[in-house]
């Protein structure tokens, strides 16, 4: 079964064609990053705009890189939410407009399943029941995932998500948007051990906070600044990094011993920080767990995802239809 599948949640307007869940046959994703990034963040009407101009030519790339035409798909997939209303808005009546004029049936997909089903396009062996970490500018959390199709939130974060703290902190030490990637990378030649930042307590066994941390990076700015001392900036990436990946890696194992998942999966943006996939990769081993995570091309919001996540919620008999309709918020 062959899925034309589309992304518009937020800053990346991204078309796939999938088979089974299982294969990629072709994902185009124009990126609106560089304007945003003006900005320092994303700006909803700006993205909205940019995904109306961008989405026909998308989709019509990712069928003709697939050498399929749109008569050889058999379903169309599309994340209804949760993310920028404006920006889903296009996604969803442009998956609408096309499903009603074929008569293919339409999928709705939710983008953090999309996340999690990432990992189903790069592992062929993979398969439910395991525990997934999806980590992203706007999402943090632990997941049970059951079946293809059914998830139970475990633990979450009680404040900021750990890419929107990767991207506060990059910001204050004056990397682009979005900065965790930056800050992966000056981390690397940096002393992680260098500035002392807290891991905040959360009452929730298994929930994350970030925002005590993102303070604690710009306090120490701050201090270096009114001191007149010099700020090492790859030794602050790199403690902050270590912290929020300590973080994320503890309760992520903890929730893991308690449930006795011995599958570990990443996915979402942060899922391509160097730092977490090692540390994990080492943690896992001693456990005897096993470890998946994405290629970096499908840790980031892409079409592809969408098209793994759809084949599966179209076999569970999810399908959309006239009254499909998109989500800022929408629950797993
Ligand atoms: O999944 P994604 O592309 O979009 C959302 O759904 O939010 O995730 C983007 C987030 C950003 O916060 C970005 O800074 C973060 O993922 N990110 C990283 C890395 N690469 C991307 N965070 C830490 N280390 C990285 N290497
Ligand atoms: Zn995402």
Known sequence: MKILSIETSCDETSAAVTENGRKLLSVVTASQVDEHRL??????????????????Q??????????????????????VGPGLIGALLVGVNFAKGVSTSTGLPLIPVHHV????AANYLAHPDLTPPFLCLTASGGHTLVLNVSTYT???????TIDDAAGEAFDKAARAMGFPYPGGVFIDSAAKDGDPDKYKLPIPHTSGEFDFSFSGLKTAVLNTINTAKQRGDTLDVPSLAASFRKTAVASLTAKLLEAARKLGSTTIVLSGGVAANELLRSKLSAECGSRGYRLYYPPLSLCGDNAAMVGAAGYFEYLAGNIGGANTDAFAELAI
């Open 39 to 56: 900005y320092g963040g994303v700006v909803p009407e700006i993205a909205s705009r940019r995904h109306v101009e961008a989405i026909t």
């Open 58 to 79: 998308v989709c019509d790339t990712a069928l003709s890189e697939a050498n399929v035409a749109l008569a050889g798909v058999d379903a169309i997939a599309v994340t």
């Open 113 to 116: 399943k999309a996340h999690v």
């Open 150 to 156: 059914d998830l139970q939130l475990i633990g979450t």
